[in-house]
Structure formats: C-alpha cells, structure tokens
C-alpha cells in the first residue's frame, strides 16, 4: 500500500482530482463539449418522456454514461499521445478500442431512448 493520506483529505483530494479532469475534458476535448451539451438539452426532456423511476434513471443514466466513456476514450487517447508521433499498430487498436466504446454508447443511448419513446408514444 502507497503511503498517502486517509479519510476525509483523500476524498478531498481526490474530488479536486476529478474536478480537475472534468474541466481537461471539456478544455481539451470538442467531443466531450458537444455530447455535455447533449446532456443538458436532453436531462429536461428525460422528465417530460420518462413515466417512472425507473426511465428517468436509464434515460439520465444513458446520457451520463456517453459521458463517463467519453472520458475513458479522451483519456486513452492522451496517453497513446503522449508517448509518441510515430504509428504503432497497439497505440492505434487503444485508439481504434477507444472509438467503438464511444460508439456502443451512444447505440445504447439511442436505444433506450428510442424503446421507451415507442413505449410512450406507441
């Protein structure tokens, strides 16, 4: 085990981390800015759509999750990056893992959104 601090100055600590990430990502990354403007249009709308708990938290939860893979991906990225200009085939495969994860949440996305839109308005 790391020596470090404990209790409330690592959970201090590390909300100033993720604090600090939250704002790389929307600095650095266009992706990150256009689907955290998504989010906020479609939080309102989750609440006129959704009929139960249950579908506010997967509609929410469904954007939150675009967001948190968006991260990952972003981050991925910046350490392919940072440890070169030149093409390797596992740098580009991250890079390539990365996309597709983006892409499987954003199909999940339209997914529970789209089914529970049927169920509400079909």
Do not use: C
């Amino acid at each position: 085990m790391k020596p470090g601090k404990t209790g409330i100055a690592r959970i201090i600590d590390a909300t100033a981390y993720s604090i600090k990430g939250l704002k790389a990502a929307f600095v650095h990354e266009a992706a990150f800015r256009q689907e955290l403007f998504l989010t906020v249009i479609l939080i309102p709308l989750a609440f006129w759509l959704g009929q139960s708990a249950i579908e506010y938290a997967l509609l929410i939860g469904s954007l939150i999750l675009i967001l948190i893979v968006e991260i990952l991906n972003s981050a991925i990225e910046a350490v392919v990056d940072r440890t070169g200009e030149e093409h390797h085939e596992l740098a580009g495969r991250a890079k390539d893992m990365g996309s597709a994860a983006v892409m499987l949440v954003l199909i999940n996305a339209f997914v529970i959104w789209g089914l529970i839109a049927y169920d509400r308005f079909f």
